[in-house]
């Protein structure tokens, strides 16, 4: 069965920096695509940062330039580094995948930027 287990999560002040962490489980990790998302509450959830099985990356525009997200394909466990966090970075961020045509997610985990 696939699982994730997200990480890393906490309060900080704006300005600072995370370090989120996927591990999964149940998969042959290497092979897929792993999303992070974030929602917050009030607003729709949203796409922050995928990785592919290449490595090949992509972000949100919102987070562009200030968020990196990678991969350790031995250890089955994706990372997202947050850094220069704004307020407006709040949510629960969750780890994503498609596995046989299933989506499967993690519980999240809580990031709160606040002065």
């Known amino acids: 069965q696939v699982r994730f287990a997200e990480s890393g999560g906490g309060l900080v002040q704006p300005g600072e920096s995370l370090r989120l962490s996927c591990a999964a489980s149940?998969?042959?990790?290497?092979?897929?695509?792993i999303d992070w998302y974030r929602q917050a509450p009030g607003k729709q959830r949203e796409l922050v940062a995928s990785?592919?099985?290449?490595?090949?990356?992509n972000f949100a525009d919102s987070v562009k330039g200030r968020f990196t997200i990678s991969r350790d394909n031995v250890r089955n466990t994706a990372h997202l580094q947050m850094n220069s966090l704004k307020p407006e970075d709040t949510a629960v961020y969750l780890c994503?995948?498609?596995?046989?045509?299933?989506?499967?997610w993690g519980r999240g985990t809580q990031v709160t930027v606040s002065s």
């Open positions: 994503q995948t498609q596995h046989r045509a299933r989506d499967y």
């Open positions: 149940g998969i042959n990790f290497r092979l897929y695509t």
């Open positions: 990785i592919a099985n290449s490595g090949s990356t």
